[in-house]
């Protein structure tokens, strides 16, 4: 089916117009002349997380008003007092952050060549897999994908959140590969966004920001408020944020954004995991 990501994201936006977090509405949807999906949404006039702490911290016009909070508001999003995941669980996450981390690294494999980075490639595919450490094989997918479909946003990333006033505004829904554990998946995806500075680099079209944004009090206090939440084996989650790394890698090589954070911020969860 032509555009079924765009299909998918409108379905998810009406599914979260009924519930207590805000996102735009959707004012009319359909299919062009040539059986191309489209969906109309509600403009809503403000910036998002990346660009308010990019003002913070390079001051031109900054609003720090509006991004008192934030950290409470996604914190309160993201967790009601914490979340800890069964060994059942654990076991199941670890199957499936395997099976994305060997597919990702295949496929980028001409990407860490290009860039010169065989040697790290050669390094990443010499991990001991998780599956063994777990003593898991593959039966568990069955229970996994049988479970509840997310309620979770799927790319909670600063760029995807509008900062608003009176609360936060979710755009750019989608569907992560742990969507059925949809408070991990959001907590990893904001986490690995924080600690790599992607949504500001993105932001500011440049890597002057790359090791200034991590050391900002706002944004460490963010990631321990949101780490403090998670209870999850240190080692599998280490391995998730890694695959969140290998998940933007293609995007910054294809638009030829600066690749060096990414590719240091991977050497050193590869470390970790060694």
Not at 131 to 140: A, D
């Given at each position: 089916m032509k555009n079924s990501r765009l299909i998918f994201q409108c379905g998810k936006l009406r599914e979260w117009a009924h519930s207590s977090v805000r996102v735009p509405r959707v004012l009319s949807d359909g299919f062009t002349t040539e059986g191309f999906y489209f969906y109309e949404m509600e403009y809503i006039k403000a910036k998002n997380a990346a660009q308010l702490l990019k003002d913070i911290m390079y001051p031109n016009k900054v609003d720090t008003v509006v991004w008192d909070g934030f950290e409470d508001r996604i914190t309160q999003y993201l967790s009601s007092g914490g979340y800890s995941f069964s060994n059942f669980e654990q076991r199941n996450i670890a199957l499936l952050v395997d099976l994305k981390f060997t597919s990702l690294l295949s496929a980028?494999?001409?990407?860490?060549?290009?860039?010169?980075?065989?040697d790290l490639y050669t390094k990443l595919s010499s991990l001991?897999?998780?599956?063994?450490?777990?003593?898991?094989?593959?039966?568990?997918?069955?229970?996994?994908?049988?479970?509840?479909?997310?309620?979770?946003?799927?790319?909670?990333?600063?760029?995807?959140?509008?900062?608003?006033e009176d609360g936060l505004c979710f755009v750019d829904l989608d569907r992560h590969y742990l969507d059925v554990y949809p408070y991990l998946a959001d907590s990893l995806k904001l986490t690995f966004d924080l600690e790599s500075s992607h949504s500001l680099l993105i932001?500011?079209?440049?890597?002057?920001?790359?090791?200034?944004?991590v050391s900002a009090s706002r944004t460490s206090n963010l990631i321990r408020k949101i780490e403090s939440c998670i209870h999850i084996d240190p080692l599998l989650l280490n391995r998730c944020l890694l695959v969140e790394a290998l998940r933007v890698l293609p995007y910054k090589y294809m638009t030829n954004l600066d690749c060096s954070h990414t590719l240091a911020y991977i050497i050193n969860k590869a470390s970790v995991n060694h």
């Open positions: 980028n494999q001409h990407i860490f060549i290009a860039l010169g980075q065989q001991s897999s998780l599956s063994s450490i777990y003593k898991i094989n593959y039966t568990p997918l069955e229970d996994t994908n049988s479970a509840t479909p997310s309620k979770g946003h799927g790319d909670m990333s600063l760029g995807n959140i509008l900062v608003l932001e500011s079209e440049t890597s002057s920001l790359t090791h200034s944004v």
